[in-house]
């Protein structure tokens, strides 16, 4: 066993553990249960799989309706569509930027200042998303100090009219964050800063801190890696968020009123990447993988359990075969994993079965890389590939069965997640978005 290499700072010491558990029993509550009124580019427990039904399944050979097409400045931040506007962030030459688009039209409803443009990063634009929350919503741009130590990743909180509600930029962040969850009145969010704060619950209405889980001062100075978004769930009662360490190579699950660490999964010892992909959690199982495809990937099936009131974790199966997603979100669909594996100028489309880690099917080609992205809706698979093309195809658990292909016309460096909303298709370029229908 690992020895403990992380601490947890609280203003509350008191689990509040249920009384009564049965000791095996599992049971997992929805997060869109908790969170009614929210809307995330990760809808269903960190999983790429939206509720959307009645969608096209058949394109016309110029691909779906574009509907419109909006030039807003460089940046990854995917498009989130809530309360009749569509939300993502950009930057200028010297500042970033929240923007708010009409949905129908692509018009620029309001646009609001984050923060200064970073002066050193490996990319243009916010990547965060981000996350609507009734009339609120959430964002993280990137720091802008000098020193990489020192950098400071600020919190926003936008009214949906665009008007500032809080801010929080005390230094706790490091030089990026994970696009932020909301469950409840709790905002968490992650940070790739090895010196200070792994992980941060707060208030979501006023930006108080509540706890943060810290690092190790032993463990400080580690490697950075890019922060993957955050996982929650509910395992017999007992809340949970899960997330993705660097400097100490685990996958962690805390627990989401105390911050108090409940267990732990170290990366595969060959394993020396920070690069992780947003955990996804079906039932009591989750799923996680990262890699670069430089030979240090792997991926692996968890079971959480319920035990004396505490939560515990086994490995079901652990795989340095399958490759990975370099940076992007698997798609769980009828306990089938689709996702990309590869490396950066050739790799693959797969399906691979949940329970047991067997490779059902890939589809290889120098049109699919490890960066690539794909959402599933209605049995269907939206997928960008290396050509800028969206392509459709079945959710097929017996092969790749391609119903389209569009070109986007749009470049799509380490592209986003696509989202959708209201039968509408949204697809983040670097330097624009294009809207698409998929629904008649």
Not at 8 to 33: E, F, Y
Request: proline share 6%; charged share 20%.
């Amino acid at each position: 066993m690992r020895p403990a290499d992380l601490k947890t700072t609280s203003d509350r010491l008191t689990l509040p553990w249920m009384a009564a558990l049965a000791a095996l029993a599992v049971t997992v509550a929805a997060q869109d249960a908790r969170c009614s009124d929210l809307e995330r580019f990760l809808p269903n427990h960190g999983n790429s799989v939206y509720p959307a039904t009645g969608l096209l399944r058949q394109w016309p050979a110029e691909g779906p309706k574009e509907l419109w097409r909006a030039e807003i400045g460089p940046g990854k931040s995917a498009v989130v569509e809530a309360r009749g506007r569509a939300f993502t962030a950009t930057e200028t030459e010297d500042r970033q930027y929240a923007i708010c688009l009409d949905p129908l039209s692509g018009a620029t409803r309001w646009k609001a200042l984050l923060y200064p443009k970073p002066n050193r990063h490996f990319t243009k634009g916010p990547v965060t998303s981000p996350v609507v929350d009734g009339d609120r919503v959430y964002y993280i741009p990137y720091a802008t100090k000098t020193d990489v130590w020192d950098m400071i990743c600020p919190i926003v909180c936008l009214g949906t009219d665009g008007r500032e509600r809080w801010r929080l930029d005390d230094g706790l962040w490091g030089t990026e964050a994970s696009t932020p969850l909301v469950v409840g009145d709790t905002l968490y969010v992650s940070t790739d800063n090895p010196q200070r704060v792994v992980l941060a619950a707060l208030d979501k209405m006023t930006g108080a801190v509540r706890w943060t889980l810290a690092v190790e001062e032993s463990q400080r100075g580690r490697e950075l890696g890019a922060p993957s978004s955050l996982t929650y769930q509910v395992v017999a009662g007992i809340p949970q968020v899960i997330v993705a360490t660097y400097g100490t190579r685990e996958i962690l699950g805390v627990h989401a009123e105390s911050g108090q660490i409940m267990w732990r999964y170290p990366y595969p010892a060959a394993i020396s990447v920070g690069l992780v992909s947003t955990p996804v959690a079906v039932g009591s199982r989750l799923f996680v993988c990262a890699g670069e495809g430089k030979g240090k990937d792997f991926s692996a099936c968890l079971e959480m359990r319920a035990e004396n009131g505490k939560i515990t974790c086994r490995e079901v199966y652990m795989s340095t075969d399958l490759q990975a997603n370099m940076f992007n979100t698997v798609a769980i669909h009828e306990d089938a994993v689709f996702g990309f594996g590869g490396n950066r100028t050739a790799g693959f489309l797969h399906c691979t079965d949940l329970p047991t880690g067997r490779l059902l099917w890939k589809q290889a080609g120098r049109e699919w890389t490890n960066q690539q992205n794909l959402v599933i809706a209605d049995g269907l698979v939206f997928a960008l590939t290396a050509n800028n093309e969206l392509v459709l195809a079945e959710a097929s658990r017996t092969g790749y069965h391609e119903l389209g292909r569009v070109d986007l016309k749009l470049e799509l460096e380490r592209p986003q997640q696509p989202t959708l909303a209201g039968g509408r298709l949204y697809i983040r370029g670097m330097e624009s978005v294009v809207c698409f229908q998929v629904k008649p």
